[in-house]
């Protein structure tokens, strides 16, 4: 997964460098090349980085993605540095909001598990940062246009977050986050229905 994964980002990346039109790459990234580090930090920000030997030590969920995540954007930084391409990373945490796949996407069977009845999954449940699909597009969008942003933007809901994740980088850029909580999971409901992932018996109490 990695060797495919930074091969494909430094496709990208040369194919930017060529077309000599490219101004700005964002590179959307993920809180797992962040988080995973023996500094017993409360609160992580853009200088932070995920350790490779802590997340095979550990082998927490999705571990594999963790070193992919965290491999790549280093990689994707240290070659942008070495070629004067201006690059700036996105580390949003679990994705959740409705989806345009064919299939149920991981993050959105993780985080809403208690409703699916996935038990394993619980016992994670109590320290998951979430955020809707609809901010990271629109967080993509804006440091993209965003003159000052530099480096890597944290971002996440308030709450549910051991060790934290902080977004003060892309709040302080200008960023506002527009929704919440209630409309991840309902909206994440609603899709599931619609795609025929989630089923309820027929109303017989008439």
């Known amino acids: 997964m990695t060797k495919r994964l930074v091969e494909g980002t430094f496709g990208i990346l040369k194919g930017c460098l060529k077309s000599k039109t ?11 090349a962040v988080i995973y580090n023996d500094k017993d930090e409360e609160m992580m920000n853009e200088s932070s980085w995920s350790d490779v030997k802590v997340i095979r030590s550990i082998s927490p969920l999705g571990w594999s993605y ?39 996407p991981g993050s959105v069977d993780f985080v809403l ?22 901010d990271v597009a629109s967080a993509l969008i804006f ?18 977050r051991i060790p934290g994740v902080s977004s003060k980088k892309l709040l302080d850029a200008g960023f506002k986050y527009k929704h919440g909580v209630d409309e991840m999971f309902d909206e994440a409901i609603q899709c599931w229905k619609d795609k025929g992932f989630l089923a309820f018996p027929p109303d017989t109490s008439s």
Do not use: W
């Open 22 to 32: 490219v101004r700005r790459v964002v590179y959307p990234s993920s809180t797992a």
């Open 66 to 104: 963790a070193i992919s995540k965290t491999v790549t954007e280093r990689t994707a930084i240290e070659f942008a540095e070495q070629h004067g391409l201006d690059i700036v990373t996105l580390n949003p945490s679990f994705v959740v909001g409705p989806f345009i796949c064919p299939n149920l």
């Open 113 to 134: 598990a208690m409703i699916l009845g996935n038990q394993h999954y619980y016992k994670y449940l109590k320290n998951t940062s979430m955020v809707h699909v609809d």
């Open 143 to 160: 440091l993209l246009e965003c003159p000052n942003a530099k480096g890597s933007s944290l971002k996440e809901i308030e709450g549910f």
